[in-house]
């Protein structure tokens, strides 16, 4: 089936899309399974931090209008209000604010309530992205999260009674004390609580976290088999629900896509303020410390704070935009390095499954579930100059 012309050109517009992504590292604790640049019970030092990103947003080169701001985490609600708008609006002085921007809070459901609902729409938030993760008490304990569902639907009721646009809510699955049906009444519950958008991510074992110390030690994981008929429930659950899923792990109400996301998929321009925080502009990918005193010390002495940053171009930015695109659901456009992708045995081999088809002049990746082997393909191509 051919991708609709719609679907097509709103993903290929977000590569021309200008953004910011902000890191907010405070967790009030760290979950087993996560990996991200967090840093659990530390808001004493907040208002230094925050003080730190409005400076960092200072050094950076002067750019165009953002048409997406991301504030993610670690956990962004930890902070106040207050805080979040002062850095919107060192972004907005800076670099000044697209009509319509996108302004996105990643928040935990026990964090919100219709008083901070209030605000966060005072401060021009348009977006909300609540990490419920599952509604079933089971799953919540064995992933040491502090919220229930009660916390979840008055999350999403306070965000939409303040009239905040849009709602997604981050969903895990294939923790080892779900079940067949605790997903399927999860995904239930996703849907009749009115999210606009919903990320569906299997449960990864990071290493060094301590979900996978339990799992070395014997402890049960999640099972491959088991997250592949998950993924396909959330699939056909979501899809008779209405939405449309347009990245492996993403599904939305149409006209409530990511636009952030999607702009990162098609290889856009996003600038990176905060502890870890990545960075893409001019050709530049960039990463920030990613230790907290660190961020701190070089922000607070007048030095980006910036650990390491590589040029991407060529043959390197040509597999980069097929490995990002080949996620979402209408694919990328072929290129020289789609071309080179099809004429591999790997190429063949993945075209004679079906995994892979070409469809005009774009890729697209049939079966979703086989994406990771599409862009180990990818990665496998000689490398040209
Ligand atoms: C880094 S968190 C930040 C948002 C918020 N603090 C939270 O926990 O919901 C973003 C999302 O990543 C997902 N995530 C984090 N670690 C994961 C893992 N090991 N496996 C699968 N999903 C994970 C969760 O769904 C989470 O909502
Ligand atoms: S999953 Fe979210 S709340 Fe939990 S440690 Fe990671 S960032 Fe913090």
Redesign the pocket.
């Known amino acids: 089936m051919k991708p609709a012309p719609t679907a097509v050109a709103l993903a290929e517009a977000a590569g021309r899309l200008a953004g910011a992504y902000v890191h907010i590292p405070f ?1 009030a604790r ?2 087993p399974y ?1 990996d ?1 640049a ?1 840093v659990p019970d530390r808001l004493d030092v907040a208002d230094r931090y925050i003080a730190a990103v409005a400076a960092e947003v200072g050094m950076e080169p002067v750019w165009r209008p953002l048409d997406t701001v991301f504030f993610g ?3 962004p609600s930890q902070v106040s209000v207050g805080s979040l708008s002062s850095i919107v609006d060192a972004l907005a002085g800076r670099f000044g604010l697209a009509d319509g921007v996108e302004v996105t809070v990643e928040a ?1 459901p026990e964090d919100v309530d219709l008083s901070y609902a209030h605000r966060l729409k005072v401060a021009g938030i348009t977006r909300v992205s609540l ?1 419920a993760q599952s509604f079933d008490p089971v799953v919540l304990a064995s992933l040491g999260r502090r919220h229930d569902r009660t916390d979840i639907i008055r999350a999403v009721e306070a965000i939409r009674a303040a009239g905040i646009g849009s709602v997604s809510l981050d969903l895990i699955f294939g923790d080892p004390t779900e079940t067949d049906s605790s997903w399927a009444s999860t995904l239930h519950e996703a849907v009749t609580v009115g999210a606009d958008h919903v990320s569906t991510y299997a449960l990864t074992v990071e290493p060094g976290t301590e979900l996978s110390r339990l799992v070395r030690a014997g402890g049960s994981g999640p099972d491959d088999d088991v997250q592949a008929a998950r993924w396909e429930t959330a699939d056909r659950t979501l899809s008779a629900a209405g939405y449309v899923r347009y990245e492996v792990s993403n599904a939305a109400r149409p006209g409530h896509e990511s636009r952030h996301n999607l702009s990162t998929w098609a290889q856009g321009e996003y600038l990176a303020f905060g502890m870890g925080a990545h960075g893409h502009r001019s050709g530049v990918r960039r990463r920030n410390l990613r230790r907290l005193d660190a961020y701190l010390e070089a922000v607070e002495l007048g030095r980006r704070p910036e650990a390491a940053s590589d040029s991407v171009g060529g043959w390197d930015a040509e597999l980069e935009r097929l490995m990002l695109g080949l996620r979402r659901t209408v694919g990328v456009i072929k290129g020289v390095g789609g071309a080179a992708l099809m004429a591999s045995a790997d190429g063949i081999r993945l075209a004679t499954a079906e995994i892979v088809d070409e469809v005009d002049d774009r890729l697209v990746v049939r079966d979703p579930l086989r994406t990771d082997s599409v862009i180990r393909a990818v990665l496998a191509l000689p490398a040209r100059s």
């Open positions: 967790c760290l979950c996560c991200f967090v985490g670690g956990t935990n990490g």
